[in-house]
């Protein structure tokens, strides 16, 4: 697509060249991008243990200092995996910043997260 935008702004150029006088000036403006702000994301729960995702997306949780994946068999394995495909850069963003910290339980991430 960058290749067709460059092609036409060329094309566009080279009609209205004949067309403008000596001494005109055309200059093309690039349109504004959207300013980045920063990523908010915050962790699931299931049944009120912080989900942390493995590299391959499956979800899991912290109990007496073991991971324990999410059964596939639970009715909210699926939502979860969904969850992950659709925020997972926001996700590592947010394990990358608060992750090494292993939350367990709700209230640990929103008493540490203040």
Known sequence: MPFARVSLRVAVLALA????????????????????GPVVYEPLYYHDYVVYFDDAGLPYYWL????????????????LVRHYRAHGDAYRMWNRAHGR????????WQRRSR
Request: glycine share 6%; aromatic share 4%.
């Open 17 to 36: 060249m004949p067309a403008l006088g000596a001494g005109c000036e055309v200059r093309l403006a690039e349109r504004p991008r959207p300013a980045a």
């Open 64 to 79: 007496d200092g073991r991971v324990v994946h999410v059964s596939s068999a639970e009715p909210e394995y699926a939502p």
């Open 101 to 108: 910290h292993r939350y367990v339980k709700r209230d640990d």
